[in-house]
């Protein structure tokens, strides 16, 4: 039995490193995936599927959502801890509902909470502008990456809220605050 942790979160929240580190602070018991360092991995493998990726992601676009649950569903199976965090899914209603509907027609992995990691666009820019990691990480794309991530929230957040799933964190503090809210969800669950 798997039991699943969901990070959302604008781009430059900090999402992944704060998952990162709960993982590497209870490495026995906790696996971390990055939907976006994942993906990124695929793009760069040189790939059918990878060239799409790469493609949809240089362009601030979302993956089809098969390639992502696929992607996402390959690595809790694989996972070696009974806890598993993935960061940066779901992202649209439509890969909500497909994990949604997978989770619903099995019994070993069970979906625990979705923490969202709270920042505000201006904070967000600011990470994201100043670490300038590839080509996605322009003002421009940016602009794009932001506005994909905030229409669908409302109805994401709403759909985790009715089955007492979101928890909400400040990203805007220190990284140990953080980490620590998100271990007290995550290892004291």
Do not use: C, W
């Amino acid at each position: 039995m798997k039991t699943l942790f969901l990070i959302i979160g604008a781009p430059g929240s900090g999402k992944t490193t704060d998952a990162e580190i709960v993982s590497k602070n209870n490495p026995e018991v906790v696996t971390h995936y990055s939907t976006g360092d994942m993906l990124r991995a695929e793009a760069s493998s040189g790939s059918e599927i990878g060239e799409i990726i790469k493609k949809r992601i240089d362009n601030g676009e979302l993956v089809p959502v098969e390639i992502a649950a696929q992607t996402i569903i390959k690595a809790i199976n694989n996972a070696k801890t009974p806890i598993v965090i993935i960061d940066g899914y779901p992202r649209s209603m439509e890969q909500l509902l497909a994990l949604d509907s997978f989770l619903n027609e099995q019994d070993s992995i069970v979906l625990k909470k979705v923490i969202e990691v709270v920042v505000s666009q201006e904070v967000a820019k600011e990470r994201v502008l100043g670490r300038a990691r590839g080509a996605d990480d322009d003002e421009k794309v940016f602009a794009h990456r932001m506005k994909v991530y905030l229409e669908p929230l409302d109805e994401i957040q709403k759909f985790y809220e009715e089955k007492k799933l979101l928890v909400k964190i400040n990203g805007e503090r220190t990284i140990e605050e953080v980490v620590a809210d998100m271990e007290k969800v995550i290892i004291n669950e």
